[in-house]
């Protein structure tokens, strides 16, 4: 089953996993993007093997479950910490400071503003794609 995994930065910095989609509770934490993942995919590990250990069969929820992970704009940034906060607020249209307010969690990102950083972010996935050396 795939279901979808949210990640969100939280007002103290860190970083929070957890899935509205389905019965069972999985959560993930950690100070950075990448230690919430560890800490979710521990948690899913650790359910999955108390059904086992208890003898009970695996809600049909957590059978073969895959995860589809949606990132909020400040943990985006905080995985693919790669990515030029400014380079790539240019080729979004979008004001360098206010994607770095973003980039931080300050400030509320309107629909629109998602949907620039959706649309560049595919555009630069299929470029990057396209790539052949």
């Known amino acids: 089953m795939r279901t979808t995994a949210l990640i969100e930065k939280g007002k103290d910095g860190t970083f929070g996993i957890f899935t509205p989609d389905i019965n069972s509770t999985i959560i993930g934490e950690g100070n950075t993007v990448a230690e919430a993942k560890t800490d979710f995919e521990n948690s899913v590990r650790e359910i999955i093997q108390f059904y086992k250990e208890d003898g009970k069969e695996l809600p049909e929820e957590l059978k073969d479950i895959q995860f589809v992970y949606k990132y909020d704009i ?9 990515i030029n906060v400014s380079q790539f607020a240019k080729k979004a249209g979008i004001n360098s400071s206010l994607m770095r307010q973003y980039r931080m969690g300050k400030t509320y990102i309107s629909e629109n503003q998602i ?3 959706e649309r560049t972010l595919h555009s630069l996935g299929n ?5 052949r050396l």
């Open 74 to 82: 400040a943990s985006m940034f905080d995985y693919y910490n790669w």
């Open 115 to 117: 949907g620039k950083i």
């Open 127 to 131: 470029e990057l794609a396209a790539i």
